[in-house]
């Protein structure tokens, strides 16, 4: 980028060129634009209601909401299971809505993950992560690939074992591997974790993050556990069909730092009180760090 081109410029401008410059190379692998799931069976029911969303490549998001809020149906319309009643959905710059062949685009673009695992019982580990790839791969080539996805999820030791031979984290974690067959782009896992103990829902959302991290694979997770959803980079919480807030994380040590703001000892840090500065004994790039985390943020 020509960086040359802004010197003289004002800041506004600049960011404004920026902004301009990023809305029209960014491509979402998630956009929704006034999207909508009215059910008519009886009652009128909004499940979704002119939703507005943008999910970046590579982006860990969460999705959390009261029952009934529509968390499901925004998976389902995502993932091309289920038809919006208006409004558009893009994936990876697809209208799904447009596309003929679904089974082929989801079996290429999409792995799913869902609450109860949906191994099949009669298939070892293996086999089951091999399943998405039937008609994609070779018999030999499909072996290969899921002995390299058990390595990554780690349980290349429990390859042979059919589900009933693995625990619950286990069996969530051959989920995680088979949705990841055929080398999605986006994964959506509707409360993978719900079925699981604290501790292994949190090693599930660290084995979701290094994926999103090493594969540059974009996860939607709903969860209704808020320790699932601190794990996270952006929480989107849903109410009566509409998206009613996003919250933006940080991890959970920036977290617990921005509690200083409103402290005296927040507010000395951000004034550059010097004699405090300097009994702290931290580099100036530390300072300079802290400074930015405390830092009110806008909206
Ligand atoms: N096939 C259907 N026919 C009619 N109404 C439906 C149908 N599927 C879902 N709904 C309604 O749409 C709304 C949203 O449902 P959805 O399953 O998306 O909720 P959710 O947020 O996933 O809830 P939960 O946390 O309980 O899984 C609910 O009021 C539900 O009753
Ligand atoms: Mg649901």
Do not use: C
């Amino acid at each position: 980028m020509p960086v040359a081109k802004f010197v003289g410029e004002t800041s506004n401008d600049r960011g404004n060129i920026i902004g301009e410059i990023m809305s029209e190379t960014t491509t979402w692998m998630i956009e929704t634009i006034d999207l909508s799931r009215i059910y008519r069976n009886g009652d009128e029911i909004r499940a979704l209601d002119t939703v507005n969303m943008h999910v970046s490549p590579g982006e860990l998001v969460t999705v959390m909401g009261p029952s009934g809020s529509g968390k499901s149906t925004l998976l389902n319309v995502i993932g091309a299971l289920d038809l919006p009643t208006s409004g558009q959905v893009y994936v990876n710059g697809h209208e799904v809505t447009k596309i003929r062949n679904k089974d082929a685009f989801r079996s290429s673009t999409i792995g799913f993950i869902f609450q109860l695992h949906n191994l099949i019982p009669t298939l070892n580990a293996r086999e089951n992560i091999e399943v998405p790839m039937r008609g994609h791969l070779g018999a030999r080539a499909r072996k290969k690939r899921a002995e390299e996805l058990l390595e990554l999820v780690d349980l290349a030791d429990r390859m042979n074992h059919l589900p009933n031979q693995l625990s619950g984290g286990q069996r969530q974690r051959v989920a995680v591997a088979r949705a990841l067959a055929n080398n999605p782009p986006l994964v959506l896992a509707d409360e993978p974790t719900g079925s699981l103990d604290t501790k292994a829902s949190l090693e599930l959302m660290n084995l979701l993050k290094d994926l999103s991290q090493s594969q540059g694979t974009t996860f939607i997770v709903v969860t209704h556990d808020l320790n699932v959803a601190r794990q996270t980079e952006r929480v989107l919480v849903m109410e009566d069909g509409k998206i009613v807030r996003q919250d933006i994380i940080g991890s959970p040590i920036e977290e617990d730092l921005k509690q200083w703001q409103h402290s005296r000892l927040g507010q000395r840090i951000l004034a550059r009180d010097e004699a405090l500065l300097s009994n702290l004994e931290l580099s100036t790039h530390q300072i300079e760090a802290l400074q930015k985390v405390l830092a009110p943020t806008n909206g």
